[in-house]
């Protein structure tokens, strides 16, 4: 395992991201205890510090669990976890972006996660109601309180995120030096606005369901897993996704690995800035995603895997990579230009 400097920080975070969504059976399809402390435990042992949860995850329990399995040696752990979305529902300001139920969220984080303060706070999504400045300056006060080290935000439109940061260097605050999105071979959306921006930014983006909801692990392609989160029903089992899904067992096969380490694989040599948050309900899972760190995907099989699952980049990003708006910019130069990134 090796590391990565978070955004413009100095924090120090493994390559890839411990998921605990999966930590308890609260929802009904997760681990239980003795079983997350063992994905926990390969986790370390092959290195990785990194873990992400949230208040909302199996009502709870995901952050209990992490807490009690970090115990003694916190200050070895990077904990990541996020607020938002909805713990009371019996009056309206138990839910959202606001600095009310940010500090009640953040309080109850604590004393589940066991710990004096946390590494990363995330914005868990957007609730196109709170201004970017009151999400800013309540995480800014918790910096100063100590009770944050950094922040991030997470299922957020590009526009949100780039005038966030804006306001936070004009007026001397913390930034987002994070930002969690879906992306995979079958969720390329974010090819078009967002990880742009983040790349603009010098934020690290971590990657939510980088295996597509178990599509891309090549189970699928043989039977529906009626105990997971995909079925025929899901907007992701459909054509397109399965011939991706398919293209990736191919590899899989030629190569002698599985198709989740494909598939990881692919996702990590799209931009060095992206660490995969994996997730395990299993332990052969976790160690079978852990191997994707051993191997690389060669050039040839890239290009097969983006021409399976490419995406249409839309309005200005593919107007603007055309030859004649490029030869009208830039007068027959572009060539020979050196471009700063």
């Given at each position: 395992m090796r590391y990565k400097l978070f955004g413009k920080t100095g924090l120090k975070v493994s390559e890839l991201c411990l998921g605990t969504m999966t930590f308890g059976e609260d929802w009904g399809t997760g681990s239980d205890r003795n079983t997350s402390k063992e994905v926990f435990d390969n986790f370390v042992e092959a290195g990785g510090n990194f873990f992400d949860t949230a208040n909302f995850y199996t009502n709870g329990t995901s952050e209990k669990y992490l807490g009690e399995f970090v115990g003694q040696e916190r200050d070895k752990f990077v904990l990541a976890t996020k607020y938002t979305l909805i713990e009371d529902s019996s009056h309206p300001n138990g839910t959202g972006n606001s600095r009310r139920n940010m500090m009640r969220t953040v309080e109850a984080s604590l004393k589940r996660l066991n710990t004096d303060y946390i590494d990363i706070l995330w914005l868990h999504m957007w609730d196109f109601t709170t201004q970017p400045e009151e999400v800013l300056r309540a995480m800014n006060d918790l910096i100063s309180q100590g009770k944050v080290c950094y922040i991030g935000i997470s299922d957020?439109?590009?526009?949100?995120?780039?005038?966030?940061?804006?306001?936070?260097?004009?007026?001397?605050?913390?930034?987002?030096?994070?930002?969690?999105?879906?992306?995979s071979l079958i969720a390329r959306d974010v090819e078009r606005e967002l990880l742009p921006m983040a790349n603009d930014f010098g934020m690290t983006t971590t990657i939510w369901s980088p295996l597509g909801a178990g599509l891309l692990s090549g189970k699928y392609n043989k039977e529906i897993d009626k105990d997971g989160r995909l079925t025929?029903?899901?907007?992701?089992?459909?054509?397109?996704?399965?011939?991706?899904?398919?293209?990736?067992?191919?590899?899989?096969?030629?190569?002698?690995?599985s198709p989740a380490q494909v598939a990881l694989n692919w996702l990590r040599a799209q931009n060095k800035n992206i660490i995969p948050i994996i997730g395990a309900r299993k332990t052969n899972q976790i160690i079978d995603n852990i191997k994707c760190l051993d191997w690389q995907l060669?050039?040839?099989?890239?290009?097969?895997?983006?021409?399976e699952s490419a995406i249409d980049l839309g309005f200005p990003t593919k107007f603007l990579k055309e030859a004649n708006p490029i030869q009208y910019a830039f007068g027959g130069w572009y060539d020979k230009i050196d471009q700063r990134k």
């Amino acid at each position: 395992m090796r590391y990565k400097l978070f955004g413009k920080t100095g924090l120090k975070v493994s390559e890839l991201c411990l998921g605990t969504m999966t930590f308890g059976e609260d929802w009904g399809t997760g681990s239980d205890r003795n079983t997350s402390k063992e994905v926990f435990d390969n986790f370390v042992e092959a290195g990785g510090n990194f873990f992400d949860t949230a208040n909302f995850y199996t009502n709870g329990t995901s952050e209990k669990y992490l807490g009690e399995f970090v115990g003694q040696e916190r200050d070895k752990f990077v904990l990541a976890t996020k607020y938002t979305l909805i713990e009371d529902s019996s009056h309206p300001n138990g839910t959202g972006n606001s600095r009310r139920n940010m500090m009640r969220t953040v309080e109850a984080s604590l004393k589940r996660l066991n710990t004096d303060y946390i590494d990363i706070l995330w914005l868990h999504m957007w609730d196109f109601t709170t201004q970017p400045e009151e999400v800013l300056r309540a995480m800014n006060d918790l910096i100063s309180q100590g009770k944050v080290c950094y922040i991030g935000i997470s299922d957020t439109p590009a526009w949100v995120v780039a005038k966030a940061n804006t306001i936070a260097e004009l007026r001397g605050w913390e930034a987002f030096a994070g930002l969690q999105v879906e992306y995979s071979l079958i969720a390329r959306d974010v090819e078009r606005e967002l990880l742009p921006m983040a790349n603009d930014f010098g934020m690290t983006t971590t990657i939510w369901s980088p295996l597509g909801a178990g599509l891309l692990s090549g189970k699928y392609n043989k039977e529906i897993d009626k105990d997971g989160r995909l079925t025929e029903k899901s907007v992701k089992y459909n054509s397109k996704n399965l011939s991706i899904a398919k293209k990736v067992v191919e590899i899989a096969d030629k190569l002698g690995k599985s198709p989740a380490q494909v598939a990881l694989n692919w996702l990590r040599a799209q931009n060095k800035n992206i660490i995969p948050i994996i997730g395990a309900r299993k332990t052969n899972q976790i160690i079978d995603n852990i191997k994707c760190l051993d191997w690389q995907l060669d050039q040839l099989d890239l290009e097969l895997l983006d021409g399976e699952s490419a995406i249409d980049l839309g309005f200005p990003t593919k107007f603007l990579k055309e030859a004649n708006p490029i030869q009208y910019a830039f007068g027959g130069w572009y060539d020979k230009i050196d471009q700063r990134k």
